[in-house]
């Protein structure tokens, strides 16, 4: 009977002291937010990030593809020229969601359709800097990832993570390289002519915040990248 009693209270001290650990590890979640330009690695360096830490990974720019998409597939746009009355009318019939696919790696989701291969081609990247210089499109999307990531935990990468979406995030990262060296397989003036659109839009421009760490990964290995990160992850957690 005192056996008993003696595991019965090990038991409840490991519980309790399992519990508390839990609890520590909470408070320490934070909000980590990665901006910078055209494919310069930062939706890798985010993945990475969050895969080691444990962490939830948005990968924001998809939002606004997946938004782009919908107005391509639904007769907004008539060539380069948009229906934004029509695009205000329907925005809130727009609902973006990750999920993983049986390797780990999030895949976007428009209204609960894989759509991350479709996101991904020119047709979409032409057009997806004037549909998220929009305010009513930036609105909907900040309400959509603020939602996302109320209880921290999360990595989040796009062009106003650290300026509009999340302004109080612990962790804030720029990353910037050589358009040459950031293009690979996607056309050089593309990716310069929406950098460009970004930097100069009205509403929640690309811009490096404040308080944000700079990297300019040109010359870096993504080991390297990944260790950096790594390090700056470990000295606002611990």
Known sequence: HCFYRGNAWLIFKISVSLADKSDEL???KITIAIDGFSSCGKSTMAKDLAREVGYIYIDSGAM??????YSIENGIFDGDISD????KKEIGNIHISFRLNKEGRPETYLNDVN??????????SSKVSPISALDFVRKEMVAQQQS???KKGIVMDGRDIGTTVFPNAELKIFVTASAEEASFDEILENVKQRDYIDQ??????????????LLDNTNLTIAQQK???FDQFNKVTN
Do not use: C, F, Q
């Open 200 to 213: 100069h839009r009205d509403v929640s421009p690309l811009r490096k915040a404040d308080d944000a760490l």
């Open 227 to 229: 260790e950096w990160l």
């Open 84 to 87: 934004t009355e029509k695009l």
């Open 26 to 28: 909470n408070m320490k």
């Open 115 to 124: 759509v991350e291969d479709k996101i991904r081609s020119m047709s979409v």
């Open 64 to 69: 606004y593809r997946a938004v782009t998409l």
């Open 148 to 150: 996302m990531g109320a």
